[in-house]
């Protein structure tokens, strides 16, 4: 069994930051990437943001230069620090974890529950 337990969302001004945390937890061997995703109603899901095992990431151009996602491999932790955030930035976030239970099993997408960030003007 494996679960991922987001932290972080809230309410917050336009301007202001939030930090969302991510923790899997379970019978995890390895851990690929690590995501952010978020969706709004009627929409699709959309990635934020992703982290690397070695620390690469890659960023939605709508986020780049204000979002920053980071990951502690030790504790099986990914971040996202959201700054300068906007109006359009409202949506639940969720986090995404590409792992191996085994280290004979092919890796899976693991999801967490979703965490609701509101930007309000």
């Known amino acids: 069994q494996v679960q991922l337990v987001e932290s972080g969302g809230g309410l917050v001004q336009s301007g202001g930051s939030l930090r969302l945390s991510c923790t899997a937890s379970?019978?995890?061997?390895?851990?690929?990437?690590m995501a952010w995703y978020r969706q709004t109603p009627g929409k699709q899901r959309e990635l934020v943001a992703v982290?690397?095992?070695?620390?690469?990431?890659n960023y939605a151009d709508s986020v780049r230069g204000r979002f920053t996602i980071s990951r502690d491999n030790a504790k099986n932790t990914v971040f996202l620090q959201m700054n300068s955030l906007k109006l359009e930035d409202t949506a639940v976030y969720y986090c995404?974890?590409?792992?191996?239970?085994?280290?004979?099993?092919?890796?899976?997408?693991?999801w967490g529950q979703g965490t609701q960030v509101t930007v309000s003007s």
């Open positions: 995404n974890a590409d792992l191996k239970r085994r280290a004979w099993y092919a890796s899976q997408d693991y």
């Open positions: 379970g019978s995890i061997f390895s851990i690929n990437d």
């Open positions: 982290v690397a095992s070695s620390g690469a990431t």
